[in-house]
């Protein structure tokens, strides 16, 4: 049982290159999250998805679109990465809203130089 | 302000020592409170849940809700070196399907 798996764990992009972060959990939870954390920062939320089908943006959607490509899978992508997007991300999931235990992956490590 | 304030620390406390972790909120919608532990490298993983106000017990371990001040604690009895992380909390209230966490703040239990 995986639990969370983000892909990848690490990456160095350049200024204003593209990329997707993967996430994907296989506990048939319904909701999905993507947060970023920074020092002295705290887990800010980026764009939480309720259920398949539905997207909302969280704090700091800007500069970020996601995906729900279907209950398993939830995806983030950088159109136009900025130095101010390097951060630590993790992707997570619940059961049912934010109630319920949220189970998060093992994080993907991103430098925008 | 933010919705929630948890001083960042570092806390640093020899083995054996009582751990008192706090945070304060402003949205008194929140119900459900949450603390999670993380070591270095990892993600976060639930450590205690609290639903409403009053004290929950689990080991070591003591989570307590005062809604009235809107201020949440975490206990740790006989702390050890393990225990050494960055413990963050978390709330979710109200109508969105948020769970908003604290900065968390880094623990060092010293042998």
């Known amino acids: 049982n995986a639990g969370v798996t983000q892909t990848p764990k690490f990456q160095v992009l350049k200024t204003g290159q593209s990329m997707t972060l993967q996430c994907a959990q296989d506990?048939?939870?319904?909701?999905m999250y993507w947060y970023r954390q920074d020092p002295g920062m705290g887990l800010r939320l980026i764009y939480y998805?309720?259920?398949?089908?539905?997207?909302d943006k969280g704090e700091v959607p800007n500069g970020y679109n996601v995906s729900r490509l279907n209950k398993r899978e939830f995806s983030l992508r950088l159109e136009s990465a900025a130095p101010s997007q390097t951060s630590v991300y993790f992707c997570?999931?619940?059961?049912?809203?934010?109630?319920?235990?949220?189970?998060f992956g093992q994080g993907t490590r991103l430098t925008v130089v | 302000q933010k919705e929630v304030e948890q001083d960042p620390g570092p806390l640093s406390v020899p083995e054996g020592a009582i751990v008192s972790l706090n945070c304060t909120y402003s949205?008194?919608?929140?119900?459900?409170f949450m603390w999670y532990r993380q070591y270095s490298r990892k993600g976060p993983e639930l450590l205690m849940y609290?639903?409403?106000?009053g004290n929950k017990e689990d080991g070591r371990f003591t989570a307590q809700v005062d809604k009235s001040s809107k201020y949440i604690s975490l206990f740790i009895r006989d702390s050890q070196p393990s225990d050494s992380a960055t413990y963050l909390c978390?709330?979710?209230?109200?109508?969105?399907?948020?769970?908003?966490f604290g900065t968390g703040t880094l623990l060092a239990v010293q042998p």
């Open positions: 997570a999931s619940t059961l049912q809203g934010a109630g319920t235990e949220a189970f």
């Open positions: 506990m048939n939870h319904n909701s």
């Open positions: 998805s309720a259920s398949e089908g539905t997207t």
């Open positions: 949205n008194s919608a929140f119900q459900y």
């Open positions: 609290t639903y409403s106000s």
């Open positions: 978390a709330m979710h209230g109200g109508a969105t399907n948020k769970l908003i």
